[in-house]
């Protein structure tokens, strides 16, 4: 089974507002997420989304908004809030290594 993924633009309107913009990834796999470093500097500030395919081939992108998976009939099965992390005080507010798992049927969890 395979998924579609729906990323929210970085808009300030809220996500069910018809305005906002998105990006729809179909056929989507697996899905992981990651907090990185673009600067080198250990604060972990930038979101990213790897996405994996059924022909096993992969893509990373980087999060621009709230995510939602969806099953083929357009159902959300799990979703993925945008918060920042950061090493300092605030560690720990959202963790890296948040990755959808496909269940044997329609549903899906978020795994850590």
């Given at each position: ?18 305005r906002?913009?998105?990006t ?14 673009p ?14 395919y ?11 908004g ?12 799990a979703s ?6 950061h090493?300092?005080d ?10 959808f ?12």
């Amino acid at each position: 089974m395979t998924y579609n993924v729906k990323m929210m633009s970085a808009e300030d309107i809220p996500d069910e507002d018809s305005r906002k913009n998105f990006t729809i990834f179909a056929d989507v796999k697996q899905v992981s997420f990651e907090w990185w470093s673009p600067a080198g500097d250990g604060d972990f500030n930038t979101l990213q989304m790897n996405l994996f395919y059924p022909d096993d081939t992969s893509q990373a992108v980087g999060v621009t908004g709230n995510v939602y998976i969806m099953n083929q009939n357009g159902k959300t099965v799990a979703s993925k809030a945008v918060a920042k992390y950061h090493s300092g005080d605030d560690a720990g507010h959202c963790l890296p290594g948040d990755t959808f798992i496909p269940r044997s049927s329609s549903a899906g969890r978020l795994a850590k």
